[in-house]
T-cell receptor, first 114, second 115 residues
Framework: GDSVTQMEGPVTLSEEAFLTINCTYT??????LFWYVQYPGEGLQLLLK?????DKGSNKGFEATYRKETTSFHLEKGSVQVSDSAVYFC?????????????FGTGTRLTVIP | NAGVTQTPKFQVLKTGQSMTLQCAQD?????MSWYRQDPGMGLRLIHY???????DQGEVPNGYNVSRSTTEDFPLRLLSAAPSQTSVYFC??????????????FGPGTRLLVL
């Protein structure tokens, strides 16, 4: 079945450091891939997405490229800020019945220190 | 637009009690769903609906019931609460898309504690 494997955390970085959070997936067909972010005490919100192979999603300085050959969708940011501290979830949505259903990774908690 | 709203924000139940978690959206989305979030397990799908009158089970449906009588509302019912249902519950909605490309919009969550 469909699944997402996400880099375990927590991750602690100094401000302006480079961030990578790894995400790989298993799916039939051609899923859409998402990164959602959860700030403390809030619900999830979309950070970026990519709907086909080689697409690059980007938002707020974050980027991720849909790599079909390596079944990966790693999240990167060149210079993190304290305000980026949150939990990041990689997710995919299916291609068959229940196509809008999301399969989530376990989440990676990022803490950025000044 | 209020987006996706959930009530209550926090609830304490005793084992065996029943309750309904409310979810409403004002974006005219066809698709709505319920997830539970547990430490170290990400979010897991409980039930979903692709339109009024249509519901289906997700990954962890046992102990939960849903119905969808209107496009706007998608309540989640716990018929007999158990400590294993202690969790944070999120409702989400989106337009329906057969390729699953639509962005999901999440509510703020309901934190449930079952004693």
């Amino acid at each position: 079945g469909d699944s997402v494997t996400q880099m375990e955390g927590p991750v602690t970085l100094s401000e302006e450091a480079f961030l990578t959070i790894n995400c790989t997936y298993t799916a039939t067909g051609y899923p859409s891939l998402f990164w959602y972010v959860q700030y403390p005490g809030e619900g999830l919100q979309l950070l970026l997405k990519a709907t086909k192979a080689d697409d690059k999603g980007s938002n707020k300085g974050f980027e991720a490229t849909y790599r079909k050959e390596t079944t990966s969708f790693h999240l990167e940011k060149g210079s993190v800020q304290v305000s980026d501290s949150a939990v990041y979830f990689c997710a995919l949505s299916g291609y068959q019945t229940g196509a809008n259903n999301l399969f989530f990774g376990t989440g990676t908690r990022l803490t950025v220190i000044p | 637009n209020a987006g996706v709203t959930q009530t209550p924000k926090f609830q304490v139940l005793k084992t065996g009690q029943s309750m309904t978690l409310q979810c409403a959206q004002d974006m005219n989305h066809e698709y709505m769903s319920w997830y539970r979030q547990d430490p170290g397990m990400g979010l897991r799908l409980i039930h979903y609906s692709v339109g009024a009158g249509i519901t289906d089970q997700g990954e962890v449906p046992n102990g939960y019931n849903v119905s969808r009588s209107t496009t706007e509302d998608f309540p989640l019912r716990l018929l007999s609460a158990a400590p294993s249902q202690t969790s944070v519950y999120f409702c989400a909605s989106s337009y329906s898309n057969r390729l699953g490309q639509e962005t999901q919009y999440f509510g703020p969550g309901t934190r449930l504690l079952v004693l």
